[in-house]
């Protein structure tokens, strides 16, 4: 069973760049499909980015495409998620889940979560 713990939220202004971690214990991380997911206020959980077990497959939401950035570090157990230009609509918490079956948009596909990080950005 793997543990997840997400770190670098933080507040932003609308322009500026945060990268978020997510550290992996318990499990053998190399096997697990890797996803970032946010959700806002009043909102459902939403999808952001998933990368494969090898980090050789990427897939991001159209709203974050081409702003944000999904890696991993297999030897330090840790998935990324670089954000550059934020919006203020990015504000949410960001979660970050582990999947032994895939790395798509589906919140069910994922058995392990976080506890979140939250992101602000201000206009």
């Known amino acids: 069973q793997v543990q997840l713990v997400e770190s670098g939220g933080g507040m932003v202004q609308a322009g500026d760049s945060l990268r978020l971690s997510c550290a992996a214990s318990?499990?053998?991380?190399?096997?697990?499909?890797m996803g970032w997911f946010r959700q806002a206020p009043g909102k459902e959980r939403e999808f952001v980015a998933g990368?494969?077990?090898?980090?050789?497959?990427?897939v991001y939401a159209d709203s974050v495409k081409g702003r944000f950035t999904i890696s991993r570090d297999n030897a330090k157990n840790t998935v990324y998620l670089q954000m550059n230009s934020l919006k203020p609509e990015d504000t949410a918490v960001y979660y970050c889940?582990?999947?032994?079956?895939?790395?798509?948009?589906?919140?069910?596909?994922?058995?392990?979560w976080g506890q979140g990080t939250q992101v602000t950005v201000s206009s």
């Open positions: 889940a582990a999947s032994t079956s895939n790395w798509g948009p589906r919140p069910s596909e994922y058995g392990y």
């Open positions: 990368i494969s077990w090898s980090g050789g497959s990427t």
């Open positions: 318990g499990g053998t991380f190399r096997r697990y499909g």
